[in-house]
C-alpha cells in the first residue's frame, strides 16, 4: 500500500485498515513461529504499512488542528 492511497482514506476507513492490519500481523507472526509461513517477507511488508498508517493519522491530526 502507497502513502498516497492511504491520504487518499478518510480517518474511519484508516482506522478499519490500521485494525485489519494489527490483526494479519499478528496472524503472521503465529504462523511464522509454528513453521507455516510461506513468505516470511510479508511480515515486514504488513509492518511497515501499519507504520506507514500510523505515520498518515499522525500528521491528518496535527494538520487539523
Known amino acids: 500500500m502507497e502513502a498516497k492511497?492511504?491520504?487518499g482514506?478518510?480517518?474511519d476507513e484508516l482506522e478499519s485498515r490500521l485494525e485489519d492490519l494489527v490483526?494479519?500481523?499478528f496472524n503472521?507472526?503465529?504462523q511464522h513461529k509454528t513453521g507455516q509461513?510461506?513468505?516470511p517477507r510479508r511480515i515486514?511488508?504488513?509492518r511497515r504499512d501499519i507504520?506507514?498508517?500510523?505515520?498518515i493519522k499522525r500528521q491528518q491530526a496535527f494538520t487539523n488542528r
Open 51 to 55: 507504520a506507514r498508517i500510523k505515520t
Open 9 to 11: 482514506l478518510g480517518p
Open 5 to 7: 492511497e492511504i491520504r
Open 37 to 39: 509461513l510461506e513468505n
Open 44 to 46: 515486514n511488508q504488513v
Open 28 to 30: 503472521l507472526r503465529f
Open 23 to 25: 490483526q494479519t500481523f
